[in-house]
């Protein structure tokens, strides 16, 4: 309770000042204008359709994105994970192909899609990939080896191994995974637009920065922000309900 | 006995180099369909002649000290405020739901407005650098002093450890393994962001370069581009493994121990 009154008071000392600094003529107003319009703007703009259209079309970019990255790696990461020798003849590829900043593929991204979905999916899609099969990767390797022997020895179809034991010993590494991933996702979904100019919110952000539109390029980041907690929000819960049954999140809700 | 040693070391070659081969044999097969596909040696041709030239201190330098320099700052900066945020309970809780809002901002839409703040030269694209790097730095100190131990806390206090010794042995040492986590995340961040502010209004640079060689159709030197992008985000990143070693040789040494 008392947290969440500082929590508060802090929200509040910031609004304070990002009204008081350009009020003040600290700032130029024209470059920093005072908090109340900049919230004033946005509450205007969430009423049109347009806002909520861009909105839309960066949230199917993420979220798409995110969807055939997780497939793609999860996939893959098993594979490499549990056929053997497999993985030591991909290790020098991951580890080189991992670090590439995923932006230098803009360029090739606008030739091949010009500013539309498909550029938004490549840089989304190569971004969150990497972040995915490394963490199902770590996970495969933690698979307790006595247990996968007794699983063998017992019978068990490979299907069935990985099924019953692989996935369930991966997936708290995997959620990992996916929660840098949904970020990195968010970041990159954005940056397509307002780079490439790929409809969405970043596009608008570049729209209204041209037209010097300044409140709005403020009220639209504000906004950003706001998608940003939710979005990390959305992934934490999804987390916590996938692994309920792990003792992890058992005991951390038994406190 | 030798013959196992020389067949070991050819069994390590054929898994370095045995994929990478296979995949530039079948990038070489399938080139040459598209105009978008240059094959490997032509795109290794345009490496050669693009950057082994005045390039190199025209754009590719600057870039990477703009990048270290932001880095550099911001790394000051998540320290240097993440500290006190972390070792004051009563702070922690007043900012964190101003960091935690911070941090979701997508750094990449701060480039837009820092243009009109600093302008389109050197100060904003640091600025751009150091505006991305500072969250992941700042957040990840602040968690690591709040989870310092406390009975070595206690132990400080009892023998009389305390101002600037007990913030370098005590503060900065147990919180080092987050914080070399919080800047591991920045420096990737930090290379989306230096290449990004290049893209924008600017007349230099590898993210500039890059873009110009895409919009003149030279397609083998925009290949040679990522090329770069790609070793120089491999070279820190591995400069960056060997310093995390050495910083934080004696925490892998405990955990090595304890296991």
Same mark, same amino acid.
Request: hydrophobic residues 55%.
């Given at each position: ?6 929590? =508060? ?21 024209? $470059? ?37 990255? $997780? ?5 893959? #990461?098993?594979?490499? #994970? ?6 030591? %003849? ?6 080189? =192909? ?30 969150? $990939? ?55 996702? $968010? ?49 934490? =819960? ?9 003792? %992890? ?7 | ?73 911001? @790394? ?8 006190? &945020? ?7 809780? @007043? ?26 030269? @050197? ?9 991305? *790097? ?6 990840? @100190? ?13 132990? *400080? ?52 370069? &890059? ?49």
């Amino acid at each position: 309770m008392r947290r969440l009154l500082y929590g =508060l008071a802090g929200l509040a000392g910031l609004l304070a000042l990002l009204e008081a600094v350009p009020r003040l003529g600290l700032v130029d107003e024209r $470059f920093l204008p005072p908090a109340s319009r900049i919230l004033g703007t946005l509450a205007g703009q969430l009423v049109t359709a347009e806002l909520w259209l861009a909105l839309g079309e960066t949230v199917l970019g993420w979220a798409l994105g995110l969807a055939i990255a $997780f497939c793609l790696a999860v996939a893959a #990461g098993v594979v490499i #994970g549990i056929v053997p020798g497999l993985r030591a %003849a991909t290790h020098s590829t991951v580890e080189f =192909l991992r670090p590439i900043p995923s932006v230098a593929l803009v360029p090739l991204a606008t030739l091949l899609y010009g500013p539309s979905l498909g550029s938004t999916l490549l840089l989304v899609v190569y971004a969150s $990939f990497w972040q995915v099969l490394i963490q199902v990767l770590y996970g495969v390797a933690a698979v307790d080896p006595v247990a996968y022997d007794t699983a063998r020895s017992y019978g068990l179809s490979s299907w069935s191994r990985v099924r019953h034991l692989v996935w369930p010993t991966a997936l708290p590494y995997v959620m990992t995974g996916l929660r840098l991933a949904a970020a990195v996702a $968010f970041i990159l979904a954005v940056t397509a637009e307002l780079v490439i100019g790929s409809p969405g919110l970043g596009a608008e952000i570049q729209v209204a920065q041209n037209s010097g539109a300044v409140p709005t390029v403020y009220a639209l980041i504000v906004l950003a922000g706001l998608v940003g907690i939710g979005v990390n929000a959305a992934v934490r =819960l999804l987390e916590r309900r996938v692994l309920s049954w792990h003792p %992890a999140v058992r005991s951390e809700a038994g406190t | 006995m030798k013959a196992g040693v020389r067949g070991k070391a050819g069994v390590r070659v054929v898994r370095l180099f045995g994929l990478p081969v296979l995949l530039v044999l079948g990038w070489w097969l399938v080139s040459g369909r598209s105009f978008y596909l240059p094959d490997p040696v032509r795109v290794a041709r345009a490496f050669g002649q693009t950057w082994f030239s005045a390039r190199v201190f025209d754009d590719v330098l600057p870039s990477i000290g703009r990048l270290l320099a932001g880095y550099a700052l911001a @790394t000051v900066l998540g320290v240097g405020l993440g500290v006190p &945020i972390g070792l004051s309970p009563r702070l922690r809780a @007043t900012l964190e739901p101003v960091l935690e809002f911070f941090r979701a901002i997508p750094p990449p839409v701060l480039v837009p407005l820092l243009m009109l703040l600093a302008g389109i030269d @050197t100060p904003m694209k640091v600025l751009v650098i150091v505006s991305g *790097c500072v969250w992941p730095i700042l957040l990840n @100190t602040v968690e690591g002093v709040r989870a310092l131990d406390e009975v070595l806390a206690d132990t *400080c206090r009892m023998y009389g450890v305390h101002g600037a010794t007990r913030l370098r042995r005590f503060v900065l040492r147990g919180a080092s393994p987050q914080i070399m986590a919080g800047l591991r995340q920045a420096l990737s961040i930090g290379i989306i962001l230096m290449v990004i502010s290049e893209m924008f209004a600017s007349s230099s640079g590898l993210g500039f370069t &890059i873009v110009l060689f895409q919009r003149q159709f030279q397609i083998a030197e925009m290949w040679s581009g990522i090329l770069l992008l790609g070793l120089i985000g491999l070279t820190l990143s591995l400069l960056f493994r060997f310093v995390e070693r050495r910083v934080l040789s004696w925490y892998y040494g405990a955990g090595a121990a304890r296991a």
